[in-house]
């Protein structure tokens, strides 16, 4: 935990907040601070700062809190994730905050099983927490916006350019030839968005309906990389080309 992150009720008019869960017993067993240390900290979905410790107990760690006056920027970087198996699904929520993504749309895809659905790793109670775990790491505060979508065809044609407008779409494919660096120009100045598909792959009509709304097809080598791997690959690659 590399920033202490508060929900913005969590603050007083003074700046401060008492915590007294999981954020308190780091800050006095694993950080080891007194009173009077100063710790990162920020607000979710609002700016980073520094903490100072007023006081401390068995109990309640006290937060003095000053804020920068400006949020960081949303990551310029977008997902569109055929649903994996939950057990894989709930692995990967903290690291994708960690690394950085604006949007998760989690989606259909016909080598996804539909009892995929019913899991509560896609409940808001259990994804959110993960994913305040992988910013906290990051020292950022800006959730990704997850959404899930049981129609591919329908998120294609109906909802994707409302929901991330004018972006570059990729989509990972290992028969691909190009690279993200032969697709997505350094320094480019539009966000991006990137499709992974199901452990099993993108069927064929599936890639094409992609490709016909604008995805390009990038691959990552001759290797078949699992879900995890794949995609944080593909994201590390494109904050790469983006990073300005």
């Known amino acids: 935990m590399n920033s202490i992150l508060l929900e913005a009720e969590e603050l007083d008019d003074a700046g401060r907040a008492s915590l007294r869960d999981h954020r308190a017993q780091h800050i006095r067993e694993v950080l080891r601070v007194g009173s009077g240390r100063q710790l990162r900290v920020g607000v979710i979905d609002g700016p980073m700062g520094i903490g100072v410790v007023e006081s401390m107990d068995t109990e309640c760690v006290v937060l003095r809190c000053e804020l920068e006056d400006k949020t960081p920027p949303r990551p310029r970087v977008d997902l569109l994730l055929a649903l994996p198996r939950p057990k894989v699904l709930k692995r990967m929520w903290a690291p994708l905050a960690s690394i950085g993504v604006g949007r998760i749309l989690l989606t259909n895809a016909w080598k996804v099983e539909r009892n995929y659905f019913d899991t509560h790793v896609l409940r808001s109670e259990f994804y959110r927490a993960a994913l305040i775990e992988g910013l906290e790491q990051a020292r950022d505060t800006r959730l990704p916006i997850v959404s899930i979508h049981k129609q591919l065809k329908v998120l ?19 028969a691909a030839s190009d690279r993200v660096r032969d697709v997505v120009e350094v320094g480019c100045e539009k966000r991006a968005l990137v499709a992974i598909g199901p452990e099993g792959g993108w069927i064929d009509d599936e890639l094409q309906l992609l490709s016909r709304h604008g995805f390009a097809r990038v691959g990552l080598g001759p290797r078949i990389l699992r879900t995890e791997a794949a995609t944080i690959t593909t994201l590390g690659l494109l904050h790469d080309r983006l990073w300005i």
């Open 156 to 174: 294609l044609e109906d909802e994707l350019d409302f929901l991330v407008g004018d972006v570059k779409r990729l989509v990972a494919d290992p």
